[in-house]
């Protein structure tokens, strides 16, 4: 009796954490970042034309990205934002990116507060780096980028699409707001 007891409650206990580990996420082939990205061409200024809601951008208006290489082949990155409307405080934060995989140059970390560091993943970009989708390998983050200020919207479209294929939530996206 009691062997049949605690095998009921390891049964149990198993179901318990598979479906807290499950907790409604589905499982996805891992996340592909591009074959290749030439980071002198990928450097620059940014427009954020969407992203997943995150507390550290709650608020922005007007959200951009500027990205520089330094000297030792590390990326300055420099982000901005407006708090609540353009008229509002502009908000800086400064961090440091580097090449987290050689062979492609699309997966890279960043670090805004030392020694803490995230996945940037470039999982799509235009032919021209008009665009770029940015990711991370849980799918917990996601910025829809533009080198204007706005995206035609066939292209936005065919961005979602592919999201979409790699696993993405794209109903979570929040559309920017530029000037």
Same mark, same amino acid.
């Given at each position: 009796?009691?062997?049949s ?6 049964? &149990? ?7 807290? &580990?499950?907790?409604?996420? /589905?499982?996805?082939?891992? &996340?592909?970042?591009?074959?290749s %990205?030439?980071? @002198?061409?990928?450097? @620059?200024?940014?427009? /954020?034309?969407a ?6 951008? !709650?608020?922005?208006? @007007? ?5 520089? &290489?330094?000297?030792?082949g590390? *990326?300055? +990155?420099l982000?901005?934002?407006y !708090? ?7 908000r800086?934060?400064?961090g440091?990116?580097? +090449?987290a ?7 890279l970390? %960043?670090?805004?507060?030392w020694?803490f560091s @995230?996945? =940037?993943?470039i999982?799509?970009?235009?032919e021209? =780096?008009? =665009?770029? +989708?940015?990711g991370?390998?849980d799918r ?12 035609? /919207?066939?292209?936005?479209? !065919?961005?979602l699409?592919?999201?979409? !294929?790699?696993g =993405? ?5 929040i559309?920017? *707001?530029?000037e």
């Open positions: 009796m009691k062997m007891v605690r095998m009921s409650v390891t049964a &149990l206990s198993l179901l318990f954490v598979a479906a807290c &580990l499950s907790s409604g996420r /589905e499982a996805h082939s891992p &996340l592909q970042a591009l074959p %990205v030439d980071l @002198g061409r990928y450097v @620059g200024e940014w427009y /954020e034309i992203r997943f809601p995150h507390w550290f951008q !709650e608020g922005c208006v @007007g959200s951009r990205a500027v990205y520089s &290489l330094r000297d030792d590390k *990326i300055i +990155v982000n901005q934002c !708090e609540g409307s353009f008229t509002g405080k502009l800086t934060v400064k440091t990116a580097w +090449v995989d050689e062979q492609t140059n699309a997966k970390r %960043v670090s805004f507060f020694p @995230g996945a =940037y993943w999982i799509d970009l235009g021209n =780096y008009e =665009y770029a +989708v940015v991370h390998p917990t983050y996601l910025w829809i980028l533009s080198r204007t200020k706005t995206m035609n /919207e066939k292209v936005y479209t !065919e961005i699409s592919r999201l979409n !294929e790699q =993405y939530d794209t109903t979570r996206l559309k920017s *707001i530029q």
